[in-house]
Nanobody, 116 residues
Framework: VQLQASGGGLVQSGGSLRLSCAASGMIFRLNVMNWYRQAPEKQRELVATISSGFRRNYADSVKGRFTISRDNAKGSVYLQMSSLKPEDTAVYYC???????????WGQGTQVTVSS
């Protein structure tokens, strides 16, 4: 199983970025896909979730600014981030959980830096 995240970078406050995560080696359509982030000296936190049935949930801190989506045909999950703030600066990780949470997989992370 591999999760390959991309799309991070440096952006000014108020800007936008789109993260992508390409999955392989799994039955993608069955899995819950998540984006987590970890800022320096902080715990990793769940940012957004999309279920196999396309139900979405977001952390309060990103509601209305971030949108998670998935393309089962491409085995990919995306995170569209808008109105970015310096506090969104973190390494963003793609995560997959199999039904009932039996197995969990992580991507390598992609750095997002928002300058003020």
């Amino acid at each position: 199983v591999q999760l390959q995240a991309s799309g991070g970078g440096l952006v000014q406050s108020g800007g936008s970025l789109r993260l992508s995560c390409a999955a392989s080696g799994m039955i993608f359509r069955l899995n819950v896909m998540n984006w987590y982030r970890q800022a320096p000296e902080k715990q990793r936190e769940l940012v957004a979730t999309i279920s196999s049935g396309f139900r979405r949930n977001y952390a309060d801190s990103v509601k209305g600014r971030f949108t998670i989506s998935r393309d089962n045909a491409k085995g990919s999950v995306y995170l569209q981030m808008s109105s970015l703030k310096p506090e969104d600066t973190a390494v963003y990780y793609c995560n997959a959980k199999t039904p009932r949470g039996t197995y969990e997989y992580w991507g390598q992370g992609t750095q997002v830096t928002v300058s003020s």
